[in-house]
């Protein structure tokens, strides 16, 4: 099972999600390193766990209240592959999401206005810079998240489906309630997508609070999980994190 640190920016900094509860978001404390500067904990990421990728979760540009595009190019910059995940909602969000240091481009339900726009979603991202798009399907306690009711008004599987046909081969599934609250990863909806696209790379979030989490998802066959607050407190260390991009 692979493990994916997870950095949520806001306002400048790197800040510790709990349950999607934006406005209460406070600056990370880490034992990885002492400021919550963002690129100074990506750097941590990589120097002290040995990874090669990070998710970067810009809040503020899912919120539409602006955007870190420096700093994502400057964790870029370091190496690392970013997954980026920058409330894109159109062709041209995604393209720039791409130009802007994004090795993998996110595709939140959260955000997602029409699931036919996937194509020429995919389709901006590999001209901007040849990266790859994830469809990650947002949930709050098990309800699907979506920009518009044409998003919400369509079964997760179905959507999978859409973005399967777009070229999409790697899927994020969850549970925004979950973030941050140690209370273990839900599953569910991500054995009905496992059991719809067996061939599909998914993605857990939300939710892991240690090594037995990580065992459990790797025994139900997902590939890897998103995991910030276990990493921050030390719960996780670098034996249980790979080196794959």
């Known amino acids: 099972m692979r493990v994916v640190p997870v950095l949520d920016l806001k306002g400048g900094v790197a800040v510790h999600a709990v349950r999607g509860e934006r406005h209460r978001y406070a600056p990370v404390q880490s034992v990885l390193n002492p400021s919550a500067e963002p690129v100074a904990l990506a750097r941590a990421f990589q120097e002290r766990l040995g990874c090669d990728a990070c998710y970067v979760a810009d809040l503020d540009a899912i919120t539409g209240t602006g955007d870190h595009g420096p700093v994502i190019r400057e964790i870029a910059a370091l190496g690392l592959a970013v997954w980026l995940d920058a409330g894109v909602a159109t062709a041209d ?12 481009v996110i595709l939140g339900t959260e955000t997602l206005r029409d699931a036919r726009d996937l194509p020429a979603m995919v389709a901006a991202a590999r001209s901007a810079s040849g990266a790859d798009c994830i469809l990650s399907l947002d949930h709050r306690e098990g309800r699907l998240l979506g920009g518009s009711p044409a998003v919400t008004g369509v079964p997760a599987t179905d959507l999978a489906t ?8 790697s899927f994020i599934v969850l549970d925004l309630a979950r973030v941050g609250a140690r209370s273990g990863p839900e599953t569910e909806p ?12 998914i993605v857990l979030g939300g939710g892991v609070r240690g090594r037995d989490d990580l065992h459990a998802l790797a025994a139900g066959g997902y590939q890897a999980a998103l995991v910030g607050t276990a990493l921050h407190t030390g719960v996780l260390g670098p034996a249980d994190l790979s080196r794959r991009s």
């Open 93 to 104: 969000d995604a393209g720039r999401a791409a130009a802007g240091g994004a090795r993998r």
């Open 162 to 169: 859409l973005a399967w046909t777009a070229g999409i081969r």
């Open 190 to 201: 991500a054995r009905k997508l496992r059991a719809h696209l067996p061939e599909a790379e």
